[in-house]
């Protein structure tokens, strides 16, 4: 046979074997995307989510030139550069950016968790004004200064930014970097939980709803099924099965008490500080609840939704999530209620990506969503 013929057959034979096997066939000299640590030194804190850096890795490198790093996964509040226009909650971004310089002041040595992409031009994940998306340590195993930011409320989970609109290059997937951050962004979610918990920061001087009880603290859009994060942070009990959930397309609402009544009566009772989940599926199933979790677990099957169509929007344009008593049917939910009237069953808005917020009074809330306690 020809031994040309021959070397043809076997790259088909392996392309094959690969394909067969799930590997994606990728050019010489490439790689998969993977976290790489580099060490640097702070240069300047610009804001509560922006630094600039050097690396100290790369001293005969073209790479080795000064660098802004946004951090990745999180949104601090704006703060304004003119005093006649101050930014709604202004204060808690100048927290963050202040607690972040004792954190990490000039000249400190840090390290940074980049997404290395395995293209030789564009050798990391790069957002909006060519800054590299980060997460940054102040030593190696401790927390990232983004989960200690959100921790305080200084900051909080913003994945739209670091997962859609900030990554301009180079061109993956949907959710390729907050996929490959999953580990960091998961104590994200557990820190923006905490901080909505204990009221910590923006979720007591810039939530209008600081009011309210029973709050979202987060949605979790880029992961299957899709996850929202309910807390009572009131020092009540709270009987969870008197409210409802809905999206603001109003055509997705889940009234909690009809969730297999039987079973949710055996766990209708949050006490003080509890969570609960709501997932969403977009395949058909029967709604449920897991009394024997902590948190308690609610499995949600929409049945107005198609298959690859999902209830929160994955961060495209954003999107907006409320709860409600449940005895108002028919509740809306609008991305600008932020002062609704009395007794409309309105008990909380959560809206993503994050809006900056008011320091004004909290928003007027139905009286009896601060009432649903057990005795």
Known sequence: ????????LLLIAVLGSSLLLGVGYQPAGSQAPQQVSIQATIKNVIDGDTIEVHFDDFNDDPQSTDHIIRLAGINAPEISKSDDHPKPCQSVGESARDTVKDWVPRGTKVSI???STGDKYIPYYTGDYDRLLGFVQTSPGSASI???????GLARLDIRTSALRDVKRPNS?????????????????????????QKRGWWSACDPFRKANLVITAIDFWDYPQVVYIVNRGTLPIDWTKFSLSD????HHLDFNTI????AARCSTLASGQALEVRTYNEQGKDSVNCNTDPIVISWYPNNIGSGDHVWNEGHEGDTACLFLTAVPGAGCKKD?????????????Y??????GTQTPSATIDRHCLQPAKA
Do not use: H, W
């Not at 809206?351 to 900056?356: G, K, V």
């Open 1 to 8: 046979m020809n031994r040309g013929l021959i070397i043809a």
């Open 113 to 115: 968790k980049l997404g």
């Open 146 to 152: 983004q989960t200690e930011l959100t921790k305080l």
């Open 173 to 197: 997937g949907k959710f390729a970097f907050a996929e490959l951050f999953s580990s960091q962004i998961k104590s994200l979610l557990k820190a923006q939980t905490e901080a909505a918990k």
């Open 248 to 251: 603001e397309t109003k055509s």
């Open 260 to 263: 297999t009544p039987t079973l």
């Open 337 to 349: 209620a932020t002062q609704p009237a009395e007794n409309n069953g309105l008990c909380y808005v």
């Open 351 to 356: 809206r993503y990506p994050p809006q900056d």
